[in-house]
């Protein structure tokens, strides 16, 4: 498997015309709309600053006199604010001398008038030319530093654990609610947070809330608010968790849980997107992005009457599966290490070794915990407080996977974490697990272990 391009689609370009001579200003846009270039104008500097920003999509093309500041004004302001931002400056008869400082303080390029508007529509091409690559580049940098962050947080070099990093990436920066499907102990609420983080709505609050975990009395209260004197003893004013949210992410965990009264509710907050609190007929609007999670089937449980249908839909506009951790074992040594060092630094106690014999316990073992259940295991290990992790043997394994598939998945397991701890070197790889590098090459072909992102 390997990850999807990294670039944005390309972002609709426009141009900013700061002109305060109408009938030019209409000339311009003119010109430049009939060959098919999206524009926009202002009469000043003061209508022009209400539009431009740090990541303006498009380019400015400003005259030098303008009433109140100038065009040479504005120029360094936008050249203080972002100085890829291309601005093209029109000067009149006689300013010759002001285009050349204008250049010298950082425009891209400036036209004298009269000018003719294939001109203008030439430079203000290349302009955009150059705008649209600086965005590019920066939407680039933007993911694949999200993409690191993102692998340090989601640990795992398997392909369900790329192929979910992929999807938050995809799913981040777009407003779609998403619903996480996960068993236990997966990392629903981390994901969740990543979503958060990684998209623009990452300086608004991440509000939780555990749908299993409240009683039905304040359930209501507790999401969607309620006003002074609504019952006995709302003594003032409580903001709802939606509420709280606004601006932010909203993360329903376990809403396979919520009552099926509430479920209503929470449906015509969500198609509306707004609410009254209780005691109140006011509706508040909100601004949130909702991410909930479960470990069940939701339509499974719409059959039989415990999950409204409308609900699961509207919640599942995007839905992101987590694979659970016996289907990605290869990841389980670099998860464990990653585990052991966390425990050793909190409860300051050296790591243990590494210990073959519990790599192959923990690499045959079913984990119905999960990444939840190898964390508290490497915090029994730094601990000493039981022998290699023999304890969890007890539990009642998971449906046996089929001899060769285990075999597979064991080998393909041992092969990942040795390319690991040898920084991918074959040869080095290959003498630690003492076979022939031609094997080792074909097994890491049969295993895909060199597609990993």
Known sequence: MTDAPLASPAPTLSVLIVEDDPDVRLGCEQALQLEGIATQSAGSVEQARKRLGANFAGVVVSDIRLPGADGMALLRELHALDPELPVVLITGHGDVSLAVQAMKDGAYDFIEKPFAPEHLVDVTRRALDK???????????ARLESQDQLEARLIGRSPAMVRVRQLIGDLANSAADVLIFGETGTGKELVARCLHEAGPRRHGNFVAINCGGLPDTLFESEIFGHEAGAYTGAGKRRIGKIEHASGGTLFLDEIESMPVAMQIKLLRVLQER???RLGSNTPVPIDCRVVAATKEDLLTLSGQGRFRNDLYYRLSVATLPLPPLRERREDIPLL??????????????PAPPADPARLQQLLAYDWPGNVRELRNVADRCVLGIEAGVAPFAAAAPAAPLALAESVESFERALIADALGRHGGSLSRTAEALGVAKTTLHDKIRKYRLGEQG
């Open 336 to 349: 464990f290490e990653h585990f052991l060092l966390q425990a050793a630094a909190r409860h300051q106690r």
């Open 131 to 141: 705008r649209r690559l600086t965005l590019e580049v920066r939407a680039l940098r």
């Open 274 to 276: 707004c609410l009254e």
